[in-house]
């Protein structure tokens, strides 16, 4: 079963606009990342946040983590029509499973 | 510095016969994930190998199984290919057994006619 789930499935802004982008999950986690992946194919890490952490930014990307409410969102600013893709959140629990958990992702299209 | 690469691109098979999917981590991770990504849908946890050993596995039946060589590549086998097996297999690659930012490559899509 998928440990996060994205919210919304689906999300159409004008370039330029901000994206926002949500993450819940159910169990404990030693940290949530973000991943990118265009057209299908590979994933790119863009940024990881720590249990400990609340908020981290990394160029246009914005994370924060509330880890009493098992959310996170990721706000990407100005958006351009090269951020169309679908991202997906991580979780790495707390357990030695050591094994990332992926949820459903978020398809955002970015029209020019 | 070459990425992680996983061969082949695409992958045509018949239900019943069995697959065989590579993957070769970037030089010096030493452990490579396997992630099921059915049209669609998110990623599944398959398959975690470090130091040649099997990790951990996700909720996949027997017939889906791998394994990591002495120079940390891995192979994936699915044997008995049943339709619902056609996705995109995912490898992934990091550094230690704890590698916290995964690597992956552009996968290999597996279809089952």
């Known amino acids: 079963s998928q440990q996060g789930e994205e919210d919304p499935q689906a999300l159409s802004i004008q370039e330029g606009e901000n994206a926002t982008m949500n993450c819940s999950y159910k169990t404990s986690i030693n940290n949530l990342q973000w991943y990118r992946q265009n057209s299908g194919r590979g994933l790119v890490h863009l940024i990881l946040i720590r249990s400990n952490e609340r908020e981290k930014h990394s160029g246009r990307l914005r994370v924060t983590l509330d880890t009493s409410k098992k959310s996170s969102s990721l706000l990407i600013t100005a958006s351009r029509a090269a951020d169309t893709a679908s991202y997906f959140c991580?979780?790495?629990?707390?357990?030695?499973?050591?094994?990332?958990?992926f949820g459903s992702g978020t398809r955002l299209l970015v029209r020019p | 510095e070459a990425g992680v690469t996983q061969s082949p691109t695409h992958l045509i098979k018949t239900r019943g016969q069995q697959a065989t999917l590579r993957c070769s981590p970037i030089?010096?991770?030493?452990?490579v994930y396997w992630y099921q990504q059915a049209l669609g849908l998110g990623l599944q946890f398959l398959l975690w190998y470090d130091e040649g050993e099997e990790r951990n596995r996700g909720n996949f039946p027997p017939r889906f199984s791998g394994r990591q060589f002495p120079n940390y590549s891995s192979e994936l086998n699915v044997n008995a290919l049943e339709l619902e097996d056609s996705a995109l297999y995912l490898c992934?690659?990091?550094?230690?057994?704890?590698?916290?930012?995964?690597?992956f490559g552009s996968g290999t899509q597996l279809s089952v006619l």
């Open positions: 992934a690659s990091s550094f230690g057994i704890w590698g916290e930012k995964l690597f």
């Open positions: 030089s010096g991770h030493t452990s």
């Open positions: 991580a979780t790495g629990p707390m357990d030695s499973s050591y094994k990332l958990i």
